[in-house]
């Protein structure tokens, strides 16, 4: 592996992300799958890089799940788009930043397609006009938030009380990367290193610490898929695919996974849960799995956030034994406490994979 | 285990990182004039078999090449060596001797 | 004494040079780089005798017999009409004033580093087809690790007749050049196992067809119709190859120690920078625009200017030294009349 060679193609794949002044929209998804993920971001950037992040109660879906389900037309998706562009153009923000990959591959797509054909730009404006009263600009830019977090991933670094290296071993720890398919295979121009060789979630691990692991099978999709997942009879297909990017990666012996879509952490974490309990195959040292994480879970831990505030107990494969290669310290008391103090009880434990 | 009311789906891809070519080893020591085939799909389409089974001389001569000879088992033995692909071929594979080589690997042993 | 301007000293302004300056002509060869013999002097051998590339270029720079005045080193800097001649100023400030141009400016190979997928100059067991050539010419056909493969895989059509790089042509040569190598391969390593992926086997020329059986029948060279989709490091920095068998409907994979990229050929640079100086229009594929596509392909629309070689489109190596005498003969029969 030459490094230089991806350097030259990172070059190429740059893209401009404000510092500052964003329009926020959340996830329909990931506040029950990773539930401290985004509080996270917006903690990091209002009170550590003290940011400006406006978010509003009245944003809605984008409608990818439904579009991309077969389910909901893509004027209607236009539509609901435009409200939301239109929320951020009345609370005077020009800058958009989603938290959800297919949020942003929709964008990306629906601002691409305006472009080439005005008169469904002028459809839009006017089908949203006629049903709510409101106007709305296009962004100047849209970011997804990885961007945003690696933007400031140094001012994170220099903050940072862990770093991702094993402290056993004073070696960085061995991170597989896996970006979401729709944050830049539609447009690879979009995304923060191209769709080949992506950098948005490399960068981040290489200023905290870590190193990346790059394997044979690093593109392909999780699995996640939407209808190959939502109908049960097709769900064996969507596993098929997790379990060709473990046997593709198992090789490399990585520490952990980071991701920037709601659905491939989902998938990749809770896909390891179902491996191990119907082919009894585990792929992480010692019977247990691979750890998975946003990255804003990441950004947490290395700024020494408490690993249950992260919602890291949530997860399917267990955190602690990664915590404790980092060196972070964890109440294995309070893990199933929540932010109340009240008890959420305890999870059934899997029977063929190392729990916590 | 658990049943959750799904399997992991197999996967379609030819591995060729798995060898498996001993069938096809042996075809081209029998038969040299197997490695020339240029994959034309003359002798499929004059096939008498071929326009009403699933026999395809030309995919089983290439699924045999990569190694995929489990799915040639049930339907090699349905030429009826007429020589019509072999009087066809424009490279002059002795296709009745291919069949017949790779009817006897394929059966080995099951036809008493 | 009439004089031409032959700007590019690959084989095709080799061939002209010396036919031009036989007639009696004064012909300056204008070079860019210090050596003559373009790409041919990069090839080890060549397709279909396995003929030593060296052998042919000595045999057209020994017909040359230093007649003409090679220019190495140069650049056309300027370049314009001066009444019936043309002046061109080359880099160092040389000034030529010469009666006839004759542009045989060649081809550029395509960078592979565009086609991100395959991860030429990321993995270090992914090499080009000029790249083998050289370890052909230096006896030292190894891995990375020093190791020679055991299983190896050409890739047709890398950067041709792919709109996705902006090239819809086809490179002609690259085909046989496969061919060849996969040949050579397998001359020295019998046990290597080899894999040619290819879109279409365009075996156009003599002796190609004959070529591509022996690869069969006496090789195993083992040909698979598909495009590769893209390329992947393992751990033992192997080259991981995702592809379809569209003869068998079916996806493939495979795993290789080295991985060779056919390269394909693209209007060169040097030719796009004198397109505005003279006059002269590319056509949609890069290449240089003929004044007939089949009976003035020598002819561009600039009087006293010619093409021959690969400027006009991708050839073979005879195709380019015919193209080189053919417009060396109308080149004559201009200045004569």
Redesign the interface.
């Known amino acids: 592996m030459r490094i230089e060679g991806k350097e030259q193609i990172w070059k190429e794949y740059q893209k401009e992300i404000p510092n500052d002044d964003f329009f926020y929209v959340r996830s329909c998804i990931r506040q029950n799958l990773f539930p401290a993920s985004e509080v996270i971001f917006l903690k990091i950037l209002r009170e550590e890089l003290s940011k400006t992040i406006y978010e509003t109660p009245h944003h809605t879906t984008c409608g990818g799940i439904g579009y991309h389900s077969d389910i909901v037309p893509i004027e209607t998706v236009m539509t609901i788009i435009a409200r939301q562009f239109a929320l951020m153009t009345e609370a005077g923000f020009e800058n958009y930043a989603c938290s959800c990959i297919t949020s942003f591959g929709l964008y990306s797509e629906i601002i691409e397609t305006w472009n080439h054909f005005p008169e469904l730009l002028e459809k839009t404006r006017k089908s949203l006009k006629e049903a709510t009263g409101r106007e709305f600009n296009i962004p100047k830019h849209l970011a997804h938030a990885s961007d945003v977090i690696y933007k400031v991933r140094n001012e994170i670094a220099e903050k940072a009380k862990y770093k991702l290296i094993n402290k056993h071993t004073g070696k960085p720890l061995k991170v597989v990367e896996h970006i979401g398919c729709h944050y830049s295979k539609m447009f690879p121009n979009k995304g923060i290193g191209g769709a080949e060789y992506p950098y948005v979630l490399t960068g981040m691990v290489e200023a905290w610490g870590g190193e990346i692991v790059d394997y044979p099978e690093r593109r392909h999709c999780c699995g996640f898929g939407f209808r190959q997942y939502l109908v049960q009879a097709n769900r064996g297909y969507s596993l098929a695919n997790t379990h060709k990017k473990f046997e593709s990666m198992e090789p490399f012996e990585p520490d952990m996974i980071i991701t920037n879509c709601p659905g491939c952490p989902f998938f990749l974490d809770r896909w390891q849960y179902v491996i191990a309990e119907t082919e009894g195959k585990c792929y992480g040292a010692k019977g247990q799995g691979i750890p998975v994480f946003t990255y804003e879970e990441v950004a947490g831990m290395v700024l020494g956030y408490d690993p249950w505030d992260l919602g890291l107990q949530v997860h399917q494969i267990a955190v602690e034994p990664l915590l404790d290669k980092i060196g972070i310290p964890y109440n294995p008391e309070t893990k199933y406490q929540g932010l109340n103090g009240k008890d959420l009880g305890k999870p059934e434990l899997p029977k063929n994979i190392c729990s916590c | 285990m658990i049943n959750f009311g799904y399997k992991r789906n197999e996967s379609a891809t030819l591995d060729l990182d798995v060898d498996n070519s001993e069938l096809y080893k042996k075809l081209l020591k029998e038969e040299p004039s197997a490695a020339t085939c240029i994959s034309c799909g003359t002798c499929a389409s004059t096939c008498s078999t071929g326009q009403f089974t699933d026999f395809n001389l030309r995919k089983i001569m290439l699924l045999c090449k990569r190694g995929d000879t489990q799915s040639l088992e049930p339907i090699i033995n349905r030429c009826m060596l007429c020589g019509k692909c072999q009087f066809a071929c424009p490279k002059g594979l002795n296709t009745r001797h291919i069949v017949l080589i790779l009817n006897k690997h394929l059966h080995a042993g099951k036809i008493s | 004494m009439k004089s031409i301007a032959i700007i590019g000293a690959g084989i095709a302004g080799i061939e002209a040079a010396s036919r031009l300056s036989k007639q009696g002509h004064k012909v300056y060869l204008i070079e860019k780089n210090p050596e003559i013999g373009g790409h041919v002097a990069q090839w080890d051998r060549l397709f279909p005798s396995q003929e030593e590339a060296e052998i042919v270029l000595n045999d057209l720079i020994k017909n040359l017999n230093n007649r003409a005045e090679v220019l190495f080193n140069s650049e056309v800097q300027h370049c314009g009409k001066k009444d019936r001649q043309f002046e061109i100023i080359l880099t160092g400030n040389k000034n030529l004033l010469v009666d006839v141009i004759l542009v045989t400016t060649g081809f550029d190979t395509f960078r592979a580093?565009r086609k991100?997928?395959y991860?030429?100059?990321?993995?270090?067991n992914v090499i080009t087809s000029t790249d083998l050539e050289q370890m052909f010419k230096k006896h030292n056909v190894v891995c990375k690790n020093g190791n020679p493969p055991k299983r190896l895989a050409f890739v047709h059509c890398v950067g041709s007749r792919d709109e996705k790089v902006g090239n819809r042509h086809c490179s002609k040569v690259c085909c046989a050049t496969a061919v060849k190598q996969a040949c050579e391969i397998k001359e020295l390593y019998p046990d290597c196992e080899v894999?040619n992926l290819y879109m279409d086997l365009r075996m156009f020329d003599r002796h190609f067809e004959d070529m591509y059986?022996e690869a069969?029948?006496k090789y195993?060279v083992?040909f698979i119709?598909g495009r590769l989709s893209?390329a992947?490091?393992?751990?033992d920095?192997q080259v991981?190859l995702k592809t379809e068998?569209t003869?068998?409907g079916?996806?493939?994979?495979?795993?290789v120690d080295l991985l060779v990229l056919m390269t394909g050929m693209e209007a060169c640079d040097t030719q796009k920078t004198l397109n505005t100086k003279l006059g002269l229009r590319s056509d949609t594929d890069g290449f240089l625009s003929t004044k007939d596509v089949f009976t003035q392909n020598n002819f561009s629309n600039t009087d006293g200017v010619f093409f021959a070689g690969t400027c006009t489109g991708p050839k073979t190596i005879p195709e380019t030294l015919a193209d080189a005498r053919a417009a060396a003969s109308l080149v004559n029969a201009y200045l004569m009349s």
Do not use: C, M, W
């Open positions: 580093q991100e997928e991860g030429y100059g990321i993995y270090e894999f059986h069969q029948s195993y083992n119709r893209e992947g490091e393992n751990k920095h991981v068998d003869l068998a079916k996806p493939l994979k495979l795993t």
